[in-house]
């Protein structure tokens, strides 16, 4: 009977882990702010998460000035941004989310209340498009995959 469970559980974390890279995996890798020093890179991690960062490089220097993941909860995807110099991570609920895209969506948030992802592939190159959203404001970003 014990066995039985942990095989089960392990089943069930596996299945949570191989959700998560297939729903959002085209972000897995590293992406370059267009025009600038900035980054966001991503990768699968063990406990049923996608994690990232973002940085900013300067010479040869680097700042990281977000953490990032994908967590699940039962069915419901959160993406969750962790600003260095806010006071704590903010969830984000994945509203939609396909193949290739996700809105994510905090309305209690001061700012951002929506943030948007779209993975655009190329023949040369992987861009994302993605933005942030609140009160009639958007704040576009184009990324272009460098790894």
């Known amino acids: 009977m014990r066995s039985t469970l942990i095989a089960i559980l392990i ?5 949570c882990s191989c959700a998560q890279h297939k729903e959002f995996g085209w ?6 702010l267009e025009g600038k020093n900035a980054y966001e890179r991503w990768k699968e991690s063990g406990n049923n998460t996608l994690q990232g960062s973002a940085f900013r490089v300067h010479g040869s220097d680097t700042t990281t000035t977000e953490k990032l993941r994908f967590i699940r909860e039962g069915d419901i995807f959160y993406y969750i941004p962790d600003v260095q110099g806010n006071p704590a991570p903010v969830n984000f609920k994945i509203t939609f ?12 948030h001061d700012f951002p209340k929506l943030i948007r992802y779209r993975f655009i592939p190329g023949d ?17 970003f184009h990324y272009e995959r460098v790894k």
């Open 97 to 108: 989310y396909d193949n290739n895209s996700f809105v994510a969506e905090n309305r209690h």
């Open 124 to 140: 040369s190159q992987d861009r994302i498009e993605a933005s942030i959203e609140g009160d009639g404001k958007v704040i576009p």
């Open 27 to 32: 972000l897995i890798g590293t992406w370059k």
């Open 11 to 15: 089943m069930m974390a596996a299945n």
